[in-house]
């Protein structure tokens, strides 16, 4: 079955932007009709759907992170990435990414996590 990984730094300077990657394998992230997102958990508290690129390559992003989120996909690399610029402590949580069966559907297939701390 498909399997998801989360890569990136575990620790970001306030201000600057964290980039994490997905690598997704058993599975095209090119595939009809899926939709790959990422989620955040914040300490104590519930999951945010941060954002998410179809197998078309649209985007769609959080109303509250549009103006700092970005999702791109490399279909060579079957990756898919997230930018989220601007950092502050308030971005600290834990960052999975997950795969959609499709649109507004919740994921069938989750990576890991992985923890980003935001500190000077």
């Known amino acids: 079955q498909v399997m998801l990984q989360e890569s990136g730094p575990g620790l970001v300077k306030p201000s600057q932007t964290l980039s994490l990657t997905c690598t997704v394998s058993?599975?095209?992230?090119?595939?009809?009709?899926?939709?790959w997102s990422w989620i955040r958990q914040f300490p104590g508290k519930g999951l945010e759907w941060m954002g998410a690129i179809a197998y078309s390559g649209s985007t769609f992003y959080s109303p509250s992170l549009k103006s700092r989120t970005s999702i791109s996909m490399d279909t060579s690399k079957n990756q898919f990435t997230l930018h989220l610029s601007s950092v502050t402590p308030e971005d600290i949580a834990v960052y999975y990414c997950?795969?959609?069966?499709?649109?507004?559907?919740?994921?069938?297939?989750w990576g890991q996590g992985t923890q980003v701390t935001v500190s000077s």
């Open positions: 058993n599975g095209s992230i090119t595939a009809n009709y899926y939709y």
């Open positions: 997950a795969r959609d069966p499709g649109w507004a559907v919740s994921g069938d297939s």
